[in-house]
């Protein structure tokens, strides 16, 4: 495959993981008080062994108080996407690697704390799917630049 068409590639790619953000923080902000969402409640409390409707609206606030934050970092990642692209900034490609890399193991550490293997399990996943494609584009990106300096 041509370089120009998986760089078209990956760069959808990342919009689409951006609208999933998107899409998850309106989930969570709005929805986190619905059945669906009980397991995982229930999973939480049994952690920290507190199961009182009070420590269960808790859990409930502080899911809908992270969606709203997704959906704050849905629209910085939609906007240094679309700034990566137009202006094929490897630049712009690298601090969304740095993000990821200074989140993610603190957020597996806190989880790994209580023994909430599941956001292990779902930073995990995000890391896979977001940084192998950030670095591709960072370093496609990193050499069209030192191409046209030459």
Request: hydrophobic share 60%; no cysteine; aromatic share 16%.
């Amino acid at each position: 495959m041509h370089r120009e068409a998986i760089r078209a590639w990956l760069i959808r790619w990342i919009y689409l993981l951006t609208f999933g953000h998107f899409a998850a923080g309106i989930l969570l902000a709005w929805f986190s008080n619905l059945s669906f969402f009980d397991h995982y409640h229930q999973s939480i409390l049994h952690q920290i062994g507190d199961f009182s409707v009070a420590a269960y609206q808790l859990q409930v606030w502080w899911l809908s108080l992270f969606g709203a934050t997704l959906q704050n970092v849905a629209i910085f990642m939609g906007v240094l996407t679309y700034v990566g692209n137009k202006q094929r900034s490897a630049f712009v490609w690298g601090w969304m690697i740095v993000g990821l890399i200074l989140w993610a193991p603190q957020d597996i550490l806190i989880s790994l704390r209580i023994g909430l293997w599941l956001h292990v399990w779902v930073d995990s996943i995000v890391l896979l799917l977001m940084l192998p494609p950030l670095i591709v584009l960072w370093w496609v990106d990193r050499k069209s630049v030192i191409a046209r300096s030459t």
